[in-house]
């Protein structure tokens, strides 16, 4: 079983850009919600963030990790991978 990532984002954003290569790499699939070009979606980004309102917001199984930085940090420790395994 593989988790469920999801990742607010925009276009020209580097920081979605880095996160998204991340998961990539790892052959992660994730859906992609553009508030740039979804801008009513912004609300529901902060709504499900408690508030975080830069982008990338990433969700693993509907739990909020942050953004590219906080992303990165899970990988350098060793838990990103059990998360994304489903296992967290």
Known sequence: ????VEIYTTMYCPYCWRAK????????DFVEIDV???PERRREM???SAGGRTV????????PVG???ELHAL????KLDPM???AA
């Open 1 to 4: 079983m593989s988790a469920e």
């Open 21 to 28: 290569d991340l998961l990539s790499a790892k052959s992660v």
């Open 36 to 38: 740039g070009a979804e």
């Open 46 to 48: 902060m709504d499900r």
């Open 56 to 63: 990338p917001q990433i969700f693993i199984n509907g739990t």
């Open 67 to 69: 953004g590219s930085d």
């Open 75 to 78: 990988d350098r420790q060793g």
């Open 84 to 86: 994304l395994a489903g």
